[in-house]
């Protein structure tokens, strides 16, 4: 099992916050003899809707190679969901920071865009959800 990202622990209240169970942490997704875990499963607790949410915290000295691992692992878990007949939604959950800054500029409209990832922006000091992008 992978560790968690270091704002795993924080997406969980702001979805909790947000009117979110946590259904699920590391969930193991296995295709072939290969294993894969996205981080969270969570449920609505009005409407009962389930998604998945990968956490990324996205900053690093190189911002461009930490997104390009983000969105492979994103497509790599939303391909294998979609395999083994599972059509949860799948989010990338991101800092607003890191939103407003890279995920603004033109690589990042054109990458979130073409490849369709559905983003779960959230302010990690107020623990709540800035805005989705489905």
Same mark, same amino acid.
Do not use: C
């Given at each position: 099992?992978? +560790? *968690?990202?270091?704002? #795993?622990?924080?997406?969980?209240?702001? @979805?909790? *916050? +947000? =009117?979110?169970?946590?259904? =699920?942490?590391?969930?193991?997704? *296995?295709?072939?003899?290969? &294993? %894969?875990?996205?981080?969270?499963?969570?449920? #609505?607790?009005?409407?009962?809707?389930?998604?998945?949410?990968?956490?990324?915290? %996205?900053?690093?000295?190189?911002?461009?190679?930490?997104?390009? @691992? +983000?969105?492979?692992?994103?497509?790599?878990? &939303?391909?294998?969901?979609?395999?083994? =007949?599972?059509?949860?939604? %799948?989010? $990338?959950?991101?800092? /607003? #920071?890191?939103?407003?800054?890279? $995920?603004?500029?033109? $690589? =990042? *409209?054109?990458?979130?865009?073409?490849?369709?990832?559905? $983003?779960? /922006?959230?302010?990690?000091?107020?623990?709540?959800?800035?805005?989705?992008? +489905?």
């Amino acid at each position: 099992m992978p +560790a *968690k990202d270091r704002l #795993h622990d924080t997406v969980k209240r702001v @979805l909790i *916050k +947000a =009117g979110w169970e946590i259904t =699920g942490e590391q969930i193991a997704l *296995k295709i072939g003899k290969r &294993r %894969l875990w996205i981080d969270l499963q969570v449920q #609505h607790i009005q409407t009962s809707q389930v998604i998945f949410v990968e956490v990324k915290d %996205l900053s690093s000295a190189s911002m461009v190679e930490t997104f390009a @691992l +983000a969105v492979g692992k994103f497509v790599l878990y &939303r391909t294998v969901l979609k395999q083994i =007949g599972n059509d949860s939604p %799948l989010y $990338l959950s991101v800092p /607003v #920071h890191v939103a407003d800054d890279f $995920l603004n500029d033109e $690589l =990042g *409209k054109l990458i979130v865009n073409v490849e369709n990832v559905n $983003l779960i /922006v959230f302010d990690p000091i107020r623990e709540e959800i800035v805005r989705w992008n +489905a």
